[in-house]
Each structure stands twice: as C-alpha cells, then as structure tokens.
C-alpha cells in the first residue's frame, strides 16, 4: 500500500487528503447535527408533557414544587418538616435511581407518596411525573411536592410542570459547590444553604455560597438552615406560600 502511495502524483495524493480529510469532517458534523436534532425533539417533547401537567394541577387548584439537590443535601429532611408544620393537605413524587427509600421516609408521615426509579437516568421528566401524578390522589390535595433524583446537573434542563423550583445544597458538599453548578441556580427559584451549623466542622463559608448564589441569580432568595434544628424552615415555608399567592 505505501508503496503504491508513493509512485502516484503528489497533487493527487493532496487532493485524496484533502477529501479524505472533507469527508470525515462531514461526517462528524452530520452526526453533530443529528444528536443535537435529537435533543432538541426530546427537550421540545418534555415541554409539552410539563405544560400537560401544570395545567392538570391548576384545574384543581394545585400548587406544585419541585425539590433539587445532591444526595445527602437534606431535601428529604425539608419535606417531611414542611409536611409536619403547614397545614397543607401534601402529596409527594419521590424520584430516585433505584431505591425507594425517601419513599418510604415520607410515608411515615401519612402523606401520600408515589415513588419513582428512573433506572439509569438521574433525573425525572415530564413523562414520568405525569404517570406519578395519575397515582396520586389530586382531589384530596392542596400542594405536590416532587423530590428529584439526587443531582446537581441532570435536572437543569427537564420542566416537570412545577410552578416553583428549590434548590437545597449543603455546606458539607464544599463551599465551591455554588460556583461549580451555576445552571442549577439560575433556573431555581429559592436557596437554602443548608447544614450551616456544620460550616466550621468542615471548614466551609456559609456566606460564600450565599453570595455566589446570589451573583448567579441576583434576584433569587436564599436562606440559611439548619433544618435538623429546625433553623430556617419557617422562612423556607414563607417563601413557599409568597410563591404560591403571587
């Protein structure tokens, strides 16, 4: 083969290369196009479904929010001390990977719950929480609460149909973790930075999360808690319902 290469014509062989050289890149930029089609078509897709399930929860006069955070943030924590402390009559859409243990958790409480394993996927959609919602009973209910998979990432993009969107980070997951997840935090509509009283413990700023939150989302609220203590929650169900007479 080298030998063959060799005995043909230099401008032929640069012009093979250059083909060569089109044709992948061709190649590479239909591929390219083709995900970024499919993205598009998926993302179009769940905006719909999202829009299908905020308009079910209006017609019963629904308020619906959505919990994001990593594993361990405490967003399960919150929820079952906003179901204890408001008078609302709550359901909930627990979304993990596999187990349903926050499930579980939330049952103790004698709200009705719907778990749902997303498989490999870490995050809900718009589909799957329309199915959860169909489980849940909606005539009995003032507000629906769905805790997303344990994530700081895959969330961003996918509407469920919530009307309002919390994002609970810890300061034991680092005080850069603010600053390294910006999308989250410019898509959500309220911050707790929580597990404040463990900042000097594991030599995290409390205040440096709250100010990176803010630099990210100048116009969105942020509080601090401790919500083992039970620091902040009240401020975190105020903003709730502010939310939800707006």
Do not use: W
């Not at 590479?28 to 993205?39: E, N, T």
């Amino acid at each position: 083969m080298l030998t063959f290469l060799e005995e043909q014509n230099p401008i032929l062989l640069a012009f093979l290369a250059t083909l060569f050289t089109y044709s992948v890149t061709l190649i590479g930029a239909s591929i390219v196009f083709l995900f970024k089609k499919v993205k598009k078509n998926i993302m179009d897709a769940n905006k719909r479904l999202a829009n299908r399930n905020k308009e079910n929860l209006e017609e019963k006069n629904i308020f619906c929010v959505d919990f994001v955070g990593a594993i361990g943030s405490g967003k399960t924590t919150l929820i079952e001390n906003i179901i204890e402390n408001t008078d609302d009559k709550i359901g909930v859409i627990a979304g993990d990977v596999i187990s349903k243990f926050d499930a579980g958790r939330i049952e103790k409480h004698n709200a009705p719950v719907v778990g749902l394993n997303t498989g490999k996927e870490c995050h809900l959609d718009a589909h799957l929480v329309g199915h959860g919602l169909g489980d849940l009973p909606l005539d009995d209910l003032d507000m629906v609460i769905i805790e997303n998979v344990g994530n700081l990432i895959c969330p961003v993009d996918f509407d469920l149909g919530s009307h309002m969107r919390i994002v609970v980070v810890s300061v034991t997951e680092g005080d850069d973790t603010v600053e390294k997840h910006p999308l989250i935090f410019q898509t959500s509509d309220l911050v707790v930075i929580n597990k404040v009283d463990l900042a000097d413990a594991v030599g995290a700023d409390a205040d440096k999360m709250v100010n990176d939150a803010k630099r990210l989302n100048p116009d969105v609220q942020v509080i601090k808690a401790s919500l083992k203590q039970g620091e902040g929650l009240s401020e975190i169900i105020s903003a709730i319902n502010k939310q939800k007479d707006s």
